[in-house]
T-cell receptor, first 115, second 111 residues
Framework: SQQGEEDPQALSIQEGENATMNCSYKTSINNLQWYRQNSGRGLVHLIL?????REKHSGRLRVTLDTSKKSSSLLITASRAADTASYFC???????????????FGIGTKLQVIP | DGGITQSPKYLFRKEGQNVTLSCEQN?????MYWYRQDPGQGLRLIYY???????QKGDIAEGYSVSREKKESFPLTVTSAQKNPTAFYLC??????????FGPGTRLTVL
């Protein structure tokens, strides 16, 4: 079972517009992370938000976290064609032996930015 | 250069064969992970290891095996018991409770 679920699964926007992706998860977490993947490549970390944080910014990225609703959103402002990629959220949940090392991913949002 | 490497990049296997995928990191990370990604899908956790000589099953461990004899290395064996092994396999490592670092992936195809 996957911990996170992204919404929407696919998103197509014009360059310059903002893109918003949402992620919901099921169990308690230590932190939530967003990653980007270009087709056929490994994942690249974008931003990490801890469970006691509500909002975080990094350049054109803004992430929010609502632990009461078990949801997060990723906003990319002023999108560029180079932002075209798949975006995933990941959460670390408690593993069988304790600790927060079990990191699971959602199914992702495929973003297309049209020049 | 610090990083995480996977080899080979492409791997072809005949049905009934076991194959081992390599993952090495020099980031001094305690935790390492294996994920499987099918076309157009998210990542599913196969196995993870929090420390040397310890590993835990993920969500889809059946048909796979791992070992963690060294901190730097976390090889994954895809056994003949895995009925549908064709997929993109990603390895990652993590220091503490920080972000994960991913390798470039191995694409496995069963002929």
């Amino acid at each position: 079972s996957q911990q996170g679920e992204e919404d929407p699964q696919a998103l197509s926007i014009q360059e310059g517009e903002n893109a918003t992706m949402n992620c919901s998860y099921k169990t308690s977490i230590n932190n939530l992370q967003w990653y980007r993947q270009n087709s056929g490549r490994g994942l690249v970390h974008l931003i990490l938000i801890r469970s006691n944080e509500r909002e975080k910014h990094s350049g054109r990225l803004r992430v929010t976290l609502d632990t009461s609703k078990k949801s997060s959103s990723l906003l990319i402002t002023a999108s560029r064609a180079a932002d075209t990629a798949s975006y995933f959220c990941a959460t670390d949940g408690r593993g069988v032996s304790g600790g927060y090392q079990k990191v699971t991913f959602g199914i992702g949002t495929k973003l297309q930015v049209i020049p | 250069d610090g990083g995480i490497t996977q080899s080979p990049k492409y791997l072809f296997r005949k049905e009934g064969q076991n194959v081992t995928l390599s993952c090495e990191q020099n980031l001094n990370h305690d935790a390492m992970y294996w994920y499987r990604q099918d076309p157009g899908q998210g990542l599913r956790l196969i196995y993870y290891s929090q420390i040397v000589n310890d590993f835990q099953k993920g969500d889809i461990a059946e048909g796979y095996s791992v070992s963690r004899e060294k901190k730097e290395s976390f090889p994954l064996t895809v056994t003949s018991a895995q009925k549908n092994p064709t997929a993109f396999y990603l390895c990652a490592s993590r220091g503490g409770l920080a972000e994960q670092f991913f390798g470039p992936g191995t694409r496995l195809t069963v002929l």
